[in-house]
């Protein structure tokens, strides 16, 4: 083998046997819980979704340090979604010694409406891509170009009785690990209205 390989290979191998200790800051607040926006667009929608680039920090895994671009006039949208009715979860799954990462978000949309139940029928076979900011701040991202985010189930219900909660509940499934996005999305999200025009149900591209 050449040096440049040899190299190579004997970076892979300190990054992968690469571990650190984790610290709990008890003055720091580690808040339960995911906030009540829930940002989306179809996969087809991003032009690149970078990943991340591990090296010899745990952190590395998971944070994504360049800004995703998206395809001409496609951009997010978002949801507004029940406050503590949702959660985030990453999981793993398969045989010993050959597991991997799958997450799982349910979230709970309010309100029996058309507009939410025509939100399920389009996008219910349609790949995704989700954001979704935890209490603490930190927005996860769900789905990327390669492994595409979901929806696994749904259901949507009036509620029996007056103080029951009309609407759907949604759990979401990627088959990827978790990502953390590092950037700002608050600054194009606009929400939509699910007509008909689909293909522009999503952001328009403004400045």
Known sequence: ??????TLIGFFV????SFDNIETCYYTDYNSGVQCRLYYAPEEFFFRTPLPSPGESLE???????????????LLHYID???????????????????????NLSVFILGFTPSVLGFIERAMNIPLVFFIKDSNGRNW????NRNRALID??????????????????????????????????HFSRPGDFNTDFNNDFFKYYD
């Open 14 to 17: 300190a990054v992968m046997n």
């Open 141 to 144: 991202q769900i789905g990327h």
């Open 60 to 74: 590395s895994e998971v944070i994504i340090q360049d800004q995703i671009l998206m395809k001409k006039d496609k």
């Open 1 to 6: 083998m050449s040096f440049l390989t040899d």
């Open 153 to 186: 189930n749904s259901e949507a219900g009036t509620g029996k009785k007056y103080e029951d909660n009309a609407g759907a509940s949604i759990t979401i499934t990627c088959n990827s690990p978790l990502f953390l996005y590092n950037f700002s999305l608050d």
């Open 81 to 103: 979604i029940l406050i503590d009715e949702n959660e985030l979860k990453l999981l793993i799954a398969g045989a010993l010694a050959r597991k991997k990462s799958k997450i």
